[in-house]
């Protein structure tokens, strides 16, 4: 679950990370009123979506020459006219594709004077299973090309759970991003305060691009990107009161209350499949043979009749898909569940597109005379390539 950037800065607010004063605005009237309580002379008005490169995105409706979704401020009378052309309006970035994102919510923040830029980000690494810090001296809006480009200016060091935070990953930071004396302990303190906000908040990324040296010489966190392990939300109850449902894809909602794994993506096949890495490969061969999938959705290993028709909806509620493939390996999912499953939800929602199932496992005789017998307009598959291929031709026709 992801949240906005003045929520973001909030939660490190509160665990002691110094941060810029704010005030979020859903009107034009709120981020004047915040803009008032702030001392300026200098304000920032900033979108708030949730997704990167605001400041050089473009707004749809506004003319090309147009500020992007981070605009500077020198008079209330400019917070005022940025508010008006920004709230309501679609700001689309490198992150939000050609689709853009309606920008409901402003967060008008007091201005600061930058003496250097740089990159601070935690994360889960997978693969040495601890928190990872990954840090930058090219903070800022490119920081993605400087990955591409320059991937040696990005240091990476991980954090030992069994010792938590220490001393020396604070020195690890200042000495990456090149700093000393009262800047390294400032680093060193910094280091400690974003590591116990991620832990205990159960944080899956933690991004500060960028995190700044201010004139006055003191660190501070100029923009905060939050998201959360959502296997952890239950313990959480004051972070899912942040959660922005105009965010998100109402798919992406509607399969969460079922608890289905459910993505939605830009092509035309609709999936529904039961196991993570078979829905990944159910998607690769659907690219191998020319089409691209309209979502990821995992099923799950143990889904009922019910949470089957509900994935079903959701596949169908998308406009893009012009097919479906159900590509079910019972083990502890039965293959009859399956079939009684997309029988109750084609009756209910009808089938307009074409339907290719491929059922193995437990049960998988019996679902497939449930299928058969269903008098539905099902096309049989015998194993994955065979199904892949017909749903393929099947839409192209």
Known sequence: MNIHEYQGKAILKAYGANVSAGFPALTVAEAVEGAKKLPGPLYVVKSQIHAGGRGKGKFKELPADAKGGVRLAFSIDEVEKHAKEMLGNTLVTI??????????????????????????????DRETGRTAFVVSTEGGMDIEAVAHDTPEKIITFSVDPATGIMPHHG?????????????????????????????????????????????????????????????????????????????????????SKYDLSYIALDGTIGCMVNGAGLAMATMDIIKLYGAEPANFLDVGGGATKEKVTAAFKIITADPAVKGILVNI???????????????????EVGLQVPLVVRLEGTNVELGK?????????????????????????????
């Not at 050609?98 to 980000?121: C, H, M, T, W």
């Not at 939300?233 to 449902?245: A, F, G, N």
């Not at 390996?329 to 939800?345: N, R, T």
Request: aromatic share 4%.
């Open 171 to 255: 020195r690890a930071v200042a000495k990456a991003l090149g700093l000393t004396g009262a800047l390294a302990k400032q680093a060193e303190v910094l280091s400690a305060q974003l590591y116990k906000a991620f832990v205990e908040k159960d944080m899956a990324m933690l991004e500060i691009n960028p995190l700044i040296i201010t004139k006055d010489g003191n660190l501070k966190c100029l923009d905060a990107k939050v998201g959360f392990d959502s296997n952890a939300l239950y313990r959480h109850p004051d972070v899912v009161e942040l959660r922005d449902l105009t965010e998100e894809d109402h798919k992406e909602i509607e399969a």
């Open 329 to 347: 390996f019972g083990g502890i999912m039965k293959c009859d569940v399956i079939a009684e499953g997309v029988i109750a939800a084609v009756k």
């Open 95 to 124: 992150q939000t594709g050609p689709a853009g994102k309606q920008v409901n919510r402003l967060y008008i923040e007091d201005g600061s004077d930058i003496e250097k830029e740089f990159y601070l980000s935690m994360l889960v």
């Open 369 to 397: 005379k449930i299928i058969s017998t269903s008098g539905l307009n099902v096309i049989p598959a015998d194993d994955l390539d065979d199904a892949a291929q017909k749903i393929v031709k099947a839409v192209n026709s």
